[in-house]
């Protein structure tokens, strides 16, 4: 990463970062297929790249989730270590009509980013979750590159009120 | 002699009667025979060798029944083969039977009278003699020879081709002769030396026995380790052999192993790739999905920054300083709760830190760098996925090659192969043992000699001093003049008629081989050398090695036929005009050879009857031989039982013929085609 600060500092507070076990399904999907090990399919290593893939899909399709069930966590610096952090605040800039960096000032903007990326992840995961429904015997590759083009028309997205 | 026509009757594999009428034309005289593998070539060759001689050649199998196995379940007690040939314009028929359960046969030679038409029969004892002045016994294996006798040929000083070479050139009488002298003259010098009393003459008769002991020992040896090598020698030129048949194995199997080499580093790469662009699509897809929205962002960012309204370069410790103080810079009281602290409490919310800034500052960064990795998705995509399929058509390219020699190599054992080159390489180490075993051995014999030669003289001076009785000095002297006369006599001729064969072998090699090789057998071990165009020895190939037995076998033939224009030997009998009959020609020439062997053949016999193998004849061979064809058979193998879908075939000049067909009983079949 060239920036200055690395992506591990855009956080000033430890935080976790949850999603619907009720998808887990999806996320293994994505990292090896129809299989429950590695094959020559795999294509995921970690769930937490899937669960960006998912919270982008969620974000672009302006469709937020619900977090009430049963929920498996991934902790801040396993985002860290993938380079995947830079998400927990893209996502939710993203998805307001103004941009806003008072995510980044203090606890509460981080926790509510967290928050944010979590509604969308846990969106994306469910329309992740209805695709695979019908495109179960693609391999992850090709589901995942199918992904660029899909469109929803169901758009549910969040009423953002960061503070 | 010309062979008009010959009737099997119930002979091995040939059930019933079979006439086979071969080509007696002078513009055509070539009969060929085609058929595969076990169909009845050799049969065919042994009918006609059996027919003139009563023996069979090496290689045939002569332990199973002579009588045809069908015919003897009907009851059939006798065959026969019947040859009607021509020779100084007058026709004889010649009939050798067997009769089932006798270990000899009999034979019938009629000579046709074309003024009654008939058939006057020769008695036995003249019959012999007539068909040995037809073909002699001793040289009817070279005129009817068996093709894969050719590797069992040996031509490294062996007793057995001494022998049938001295036989073949009647040297067999006067090498007897000479022989029966010696021992004649060992006899008397014994006796000579029993009646003397002399302790000096009863030690050199004693140191005489022992070498003679010695050396016999040693020839003995010698003729053994001779015999070891060539049993190797026939076990290396089968191995040979059939190596020459598998020798496509080996580069095929090269070709495979070099593409499942590649194939396994194309399959790497392929590997490598496609997790470079796994790793580049799942690091990029999020960003392809956001690269719109992240657009709209980073503009507003940048319109933020235009307009001032990102967080302002406050001092939050001055502030809390302040608050702490209650009191600001400029000396206003600053109470919590009073207008003055609501206002430093917004100030602070839009106080940009240092570490604020880093963060937005880094944010704005990354994304930027996203927004541009997105953007170029597609062409790096693009450029992965081509690399990718740039392995995959290498890995078709690599699988279809080992696609080709899996076909290529089928019916091909390369277990067998090993195994082959395994016993030829040891075979290889045997022989080799041999020969350094074989020269000790002829060393010591030489050493040997020249103690006896003085030993001898000395025994002569004895006698000399000695009053021996007049009668045995005489006798003795006699024999040994008469010894000296067939031994001089003896080795002219050898040296007349190996200086003759040796012309006519470098001859047929000249011809046939690229290197100037010329050939010269040697007159005590009869092995047939070869020697470079500056006279130095040379050892060959095993292509070239066979080609050199090939040419043996012409030079025999031409010169017991008096064709040869290179030589001529005086004193050797009548020239033999008899057909030449070929198996399987080609068994153990190399292929580049094939066509000048043909063309020889055909200039070497007045009446050419060839047997091919149907997996070695090819066109090439048609053409060389068309002009020369008179009559052409094809062998078809018969098989008891239903037909199968698996069926064999030859073509020539252009048409496909069946080789197989299926009946009530296992037999070769006889067809002639018209070309």
């Not at chain 2, 067909?661 to 070309?675: A, H, N, P, S």
Request: proline letters at 3%; one cysteine or more; a negative charge.
């Amino acid at each position: 990463m060239s920036s200055l600060l690395d992506q591990k500092s855009l956080f000033s507070h430890d935080h976790s970062v949850y999603w619907p076990k009720k998808y887990e399904r999806v996320v293994e999907y994505l990292k090896n297929g129809a299989s429950d090990v590695e094959n020559s399919q795999s294509f995921y290593k970690y769930n937490v790249e899937a669960i960006v893939l998912a919270a982008c899909v969620g974000l672009r399709e302006g469709y937020a989730g619900d977090l009430s069930s049963e929920k498996n966590e991934i902790a801040l610096s396993t985002f860290n270590s993938q380079n995947l952090g830079i998400y927990l605040y893209l996502i939710p800039m993203l998805s307001q009509s103004e941009p806003s960096v008072d995510f980044f000032r203090s606890k509460e903007g981080e926790d509510k980013a967290i928050s944010i990326f979590e509604k969308y992840a846990a969106g994306g995961l469910e329309l992740l979750n209805d695709k695979l429904v019908t495109k179960s015997l693609d391999s992850p590759y090709l589901f995942t590159q199918d992904l660029i083009n899909l469109r929803r028309d169901d758009v549910r997205d969040l009423d953002i009120d960061i503070y | 002699m010309y062979i008009n026509s010959i009737t099997l009757d119930n002979f091995r594999t040939f059930y019933g009667s079979r006439k086979i009428e071969f080509s007696v034309q002078e513009n055509k005289p070539v009969t060929i025979f085609i058929g595969e593998n076990g169909a009845g070539k050799t049969t065919l060759l042994n009918a006609v060798f059996w027919g003139f001689t009563g023996r069979f050649s090496k290689q045939f199998d002569s332990s199973e029944a002579i009588i045809n196995r069908a015919a003897v379940e009907e009851g059939v007690k006798t065959c026969s083969v019947e040859i009607s040939f021509s020779n100084e314009g007058v026709t004889y028929s010649l009939e050798r039977i067997h009769t089932k359960g006798s270990s000899s046969s009999s034979i019938r030679l009629s000579k046709y009278d074309p003024s009654s038409g008939h058939l006057i029969p020769i008695s036995a004892d003249l019959a012999e003699m007539q068909i040995e002045k037809f073909i002699p016994n001793k040289l009817a294996s070279w005129f009817f020879f068996d093709g894969e006798a050719i590797g069992a040929l040996h031509l490294r000083g062996d007793s057995e081709f001494k022998r049938q070479l001295r036989q073949t050139f009647g040297f067999s009488s006067l090498e007897g002769l000479k022989e029966l002298l010696i021992d004649m003259e060992k006899d008397y010098r014994r006796e000579e030396a029993r009646s003397i009393k002399s302790a000096r003459l009863d030690d050199i008769n004693d140191q005489l026995d022992a070498l003679e002991r010695q050396q016999k020992t040693l020839g003995d040896t010698v003729d053994l380790l001779k015999n070891t090598i060539n049993i190797e020698e026939s076990k290396k030129s089968e191995c040979e052999g059939r190596l020459l048949n598998y020798a496509q194995a080996e580069p095929i199997q090269n070709r495979r192993n070099i593409a499942s080499t590649r194939l396994a580093e194309e399959k790497n790469r392929r590997d490598q790739k496609v997790k470079i662009r796994n790793d580049f699509l799942i690091k990029n897809i999020p960003k392809v999905i956001l690269s719109e929205k992240m657009g709209v962002l980073i503009n507003q960012l940048n319109q933020k920054e235009e307009d001032q309204t990102l967080p302002e370069p406050f001092g939050t410790k001055l502030i809390d300083q302040i608050k702490y103080m209650k009191k600001c810079i400029c000396g206003t009281e600053v109470l919590p709760g009073s207008p003055e602290d609501k206002c430093l409490d917004t100030m602070l919310n839009r106080a940009s830190t240092g570490l604020l800034m880093q963060k937005i500052f880094a944010f704005r960064s990354q994304i930027g760098q996203y927004k541009k990795q997105g953007d170029e998705y597609q062409a790096h995509l693009n450029s992965l996925v081509n690399e990718i399929q740039k392995c995959e058509s290498d890995i078709a390219e690599q699988e279809a090659i080992i696609r080709k020699a899996d076909e290529d190599i089928k019916g091909i054992k390369i277990e067998e192969v090993r195994q082959l080159k395994e016993s030829l390489g040891s075979s290889e180490a045997k022989i080799r043992g041999a020969e350094r075993d074989i020269g000790a051995h002829e060393n010591k014999m030489k050493f040997n000699r020249k103690d006896i030669d003085p030993l001898k003289a000395e025994q002569d001076k004895i006698f000399a001093q000695q009053n021996l009785s007049t009668h045995l000095r005489t006798e003795r002297e006699k024999v040994s003049k008469i010894l000296n006369y067939v031994s001089a006599e003896f080795s002219r001729q050898e040296a007349e008629v190996l200086d003759a064969l040796n012309k006519e072998i470098s001859g047929v090699l000249d011809a046939y081989l690229t290197k100037n090789y010329s050939a010269k057998v040697d007159p005590d071990s009869y092995e047939v050398k070869t020697y470079d165009v500056d006279g130095k020895p040379v050892s060959l190939g095993t292509g070239e090695s066979n080609m050199l037995k090939f040419a043996v076998i012409a030079a025999i033939v031409g010169m017991a036929g008096s064709r040869t224009k290179i030589s001529k030997v005086n004193w050797i009998s009548e020239p033999i005009i008899a057909p030449l009959m070929f198996d399987a020609p080609f068994s153990v020439i190399d292929p580049v050879y094939r066509a000048g062997v043909t063309k020889n053949l055909s200039d070497l016999a007045s009446q050419l009857i060839l047997l091919f193998d149907s997996g070695k004849w090819d066109q090439e061979l048609f053409d060389i031989l068309s002009k020369k064809i008179g009559k052409t058979y094809l062998l078809v193998s018969k098989a008891k039982g239903p037909e199968k879908s698996v069926s064999k075939s030859v073509e020539i000049a252009g048409k496909i013929f069946n080789l197989n067909e299926y009946g009530d009983r296992d037999e070769t079949m006889l067809k002639e085609i018209q070309l």
